[in-house]
């Protein structure tokens, strides 16, 4: 399993800056649940491969890709 950042630039940027502005927390959890969950969680390392996290900012692949 590999965890790796979206290529697309923009959206990258854009999360980061979230990220950053929120200390450190997950912007989609503390919109959508309202509790503050450090980047990357865990649903990401649980979710099958070729998924992406909430926030489109990390994309699971296999290690052969």
Same mark, same amino acid.
């Given at each position: 399993?590999?965890?790796?950042?979206?290529?697309?630039?923009?959206?990258?940027?854009?999360?980061?800056?979230?990220?950053?502005?929120?200390?450190?927390? /997950?912007?989609?959890?503390?919109?959508?649940? %309202?509790? &503050?969950? &450090?980047?990357? /969680?865990?649903?990401?390392?649980?979710?099958?491969? %070729? @998924?992406? /996290?909430? @926030? %489109?900012?990390?994309?699971?692949? &296999?290690?052969?890709?």
């Amino acid at each position: 399993m590999i965890i790796k950042a979206n290529t697309d630039k923009s959206i990258v940027n854009k999360v980061r800056k979230q990220i950053k502005k929120n200390n450190h927390a /997950c912007p989609y959890f503390l919109e959508n649940e %309202g509790k &503050s969950v &450090s980047c990357f /969680c865990q649903d990401i390392i649980d979710a099958p491969e %070729g @998924t992406y /996290c909430y @926030t %489109g900012l990390y994309k699971k692949e &296999s290690e052969n890709n």
